[in-house]
């Protein structure tokens, strides 16, 4: 089927995303008619997985999840592969066999092998699922089944993808002025943090589709080893301030992290408060880390757009969380480079362009893809978010 013309938009990200779990595969849109020949897509036909599983141990849950998101996702990847043969075919009559149908058994079969150990593990029966590791093609329009999307079929009454699920809500680091020889650090640290948040979320996100422990399995099981992985990479902030010989900030009152309410946003997560309802947390480059980059004649920092996106369904949202904190990684790694670049100035007048810019808007162009994609997916609006791709410089 036609895909909706993507429009332009705008956005600015800083420092701080969120993430979760429930990866989503299916049909893709093809792009409008004068692309391709008007033919849509296949898209690949692979037998869930989650719903043909025994009860699953509560100890063995949490890598059960994430094997299960890393089959939708290679759903994902190989659906996209399809789209693109759709558009642009190449190879021969077995390419499809061959080089995309053949790798994605084999990487099913590793994925599968590794959901048995996680029984094994824990001293439960280990289940065999090598049947399912074949796939096969729908015809073009159907979607592609997804683990996201069918229940466990040991889940609780109520307990399938229905529920949205809350999300961590994480105080912004208040930082003063960064030096630029410790920006590459900071900044570093500011990415991990955006990716502990996003490593939480899944948790949330995993724990909401099939909920395990007692009332106190979230505050034990993931904000407390959650307030412990922030604090150690507040201290790492604070001693890269106390490296170069600045003063150095106190940031324990940073650690401690709360709860949203279901389908709420990240308030105040990372670097800036700012961010879209139910969409994760891709505040602008004012938050702590980001304004002014350090002293006078430190290094600059990219402006980057916020994509604006409409409210993140439940199923679509560990997909679309994990994105966004690869957005606010990748816009990390850019300001490293350019903090590198104004402390060791190399090559000539479009060195920052050619080497930081060009490169960050591919590497975003590519992560907001897979968002809209994960809307689509699940039978939502694709957003269009071509526009929030390219970066300017504060």
Same mark, same amino acid.
């Given at each position: ?164 699920? =809350?999300? +961590? @809500? *994480? #105080?912004? %680091?208040? $930082? ?6 410790? /920006?590459? &650090?900071? !900044? ?111 290094? =600059?920092? +990219? @402006? *980057? #757009?916020? %994509?604006? $996106? ?6 679509? /949202?560990? &997909?679309? !969380? ?73």
């Amino acid at each position: 089927m036609a895909r909706p013309m993507r429009k332009n938009a705008v956005l600015k990200l800083g420092g701080v995303g969120a993430l979760a779990v429930l990866l989503l595969g299916g049909g893709l849109q093809l792009a409008s008619a004068d692309e391709n020949t008007g033919s849509a897509a296949q898209t690949v036909n692979c037998p869930t997985v989650r719903d043909k599983l025994p009860a699953i141990p509560a100890a063995a849950a949490a890598g059960v999840e994430r094997e299960l998101a890393n089959l939708d996702e290679e759903i994902a990847r190989q659906n996209e592969r399809l789209a693109k043969q759709a558009a642009n075919p190449q190879g021969g009559a077995n390419f499809i066999n061959n080089a995309i149908l053949g790798p994605l058994k084999s990487k099913r079969v590793a994925v599968l092998d590794r959901i048995e150990i996680n029984f094994n593990r824990v001293g439960a029966q280990r289940p065999d699922l090598d049947s399912l590791a074949t796939c096969g093609l729908n015809a073009p329009g159907i979607a592609s089944a997804l683990n996201s999307s069918v229940k466990a079929g040991n889940a609780a009454a109520g307990a399938g993808t229905t529920a949205a699920a =809350q999300t +961590v @809500n *994480c #105080p912004t %680091p208040q $930082l003063p002025d960064v030096p630029a020889q410790a /920006a590459a &650090n900071v !900044q570093a640290e500011l990415a991990n943090l955006d990716k502990q948040i996003s490593e939480a979320n899944a948790r949330l996100a995993q724990q909401a589709a099939n909920p395990q422990g007692g009332a106190n399995f979230i505050n034990n099981a993931i904000l407390g080893p959650l307030k412990d992985k922030r604090q150690a990479a507040l201290d790492r902030i604070e001693i890269a301030f106390n490296r170069v010989g600045a003063q150095r900030p106190n940031l324990d009152n940073f650690a401690a992290c709360g709860l949203n309410g279901a389908g709420a946003g990240n308030a105040g997560s990372g670097n800036n408060g700012g961010g879209n309802a139910g969409a994760g947390n891709n505040g602008g480059n004012n938050g702590a880390g980001n304004n002014g980059g350090g002293n006078a004649g430190a290094a =600059q920092t +990219v @402006n *980057c #757009p916020t %994509p604006q $996106l409409p409210d993140v369904p439940a199923q679509a /949202a560990a &997909n679309v !969380q994990a994105e966004l904190a690869n957005l606010d990684k990748q816009i990390s790694e850019a300001n490293a480079r350019l903090a590198q670049q104004a402390a060791n100035p190399q090559g000539g007048a479009n060195f920052i362009n050619n080497a930081i810019l060009g490169p960050l808007k591919d590497k975003r162009q590519a992560a907001l893809d897979r968002i809209e994609i994960a809307f689509n997916r699940v039978g939502a609006q694709r957003p269009n978010l071509d526009n929030f791709a390219a970066c300017g410089l504060n």
